[in-house]
């Protein structure tokens, strides 16, 4: 079995069905991290569904953008852009597992030095969350991956036709977003991802 690892990061507006429930069944089926990603939600109301995504997913789940969310539901595992860790780099000592949004190997180089356990690195292929910009490409993300010793996390446009190139780039895993919020069948999916893997 393949050490590279999918992640999932979601996107309730494209979920079919009920966003916790198939959190459960993507965890259940492989992939090996979730990012709760729901960024027009207020922290109200991105709390609330977080306790339902993290009663579905337990520990895979990283919350995404409120660190007071994190402390108070007691989620040590958080994801922020660089600039939100930058602007408070004491965030760093409140989880055990920090994840950065990066978009130039510069970026990987400083998320790491302000203590980053991974970052993610995107976009990488065209995609829809960014219409009009084109993908950065396979060359961006070995450069990302040769930057920096801490794992890269491929995002942006990533599916079954392009997930083997991923891979092959040195990168720890990819994000995957519209796919496995649509799929009928999300535990058939991941393994049908895995079988992609080189």
Do not use: W
Not at 11 to 17: A, I, K, P, Q
Not at 33 to 52: G, M, N, P
Not at 117 to 144: E, Q, S, W
């Amino acid at each position: 079995m393949s050490m590279f690892e999918l992640v999932c990061v979601t996107h309730r507006g494209l979920c079919t069905d009920d966003l916790p429930r198939r959190v459960g069944k993507l965890c259940r089926g492989g992939v090996s991290r979730v990012i709760l990603r729901e960024k027009d939600l207020t922290e109200a109301e991105y709390e609330a569904l977080a306790r339902r995504v993290l009663a579905a997913g337990g520990d895979k789940v990283v919350l995404h953008h409120f660190p007071q969310v994190c402390q108070r539901l007691g989620v040590p595992r958080l994801h922020l852009s660089l600039k939100e860790l930058e602007a408070c780099p004491q965030l760093r000592d409140r989880v055990e597992l920090l994840g950065v949004s990066v978009h130039a190997p510069e970026e990987a180089v400083r998320a790491q030095a302000l203590g980053a356990d991974y970052v993610t690195a995107g976009h990488v292929f065209d995609t829809d969350c960014k219409k009009g910009l084109p993908g950065r490409g396979l060359d961006f993300l070995r450069a990302v991956c040769g930057s920096v010793d801490i794992p890269v996390y491929a995002i942006g446009g990533i599916g079954p036709d392009n997930l083997a190139d991923v891979a092959r780039t040195g990168a720890a895993g990819a994000c995957l977003m519209s796919g496995l919020m649509t799929c009928p069948n999300p535990a058939e999916t991941v393994q049908e991802l895995r079988e992609k893997l080189p």
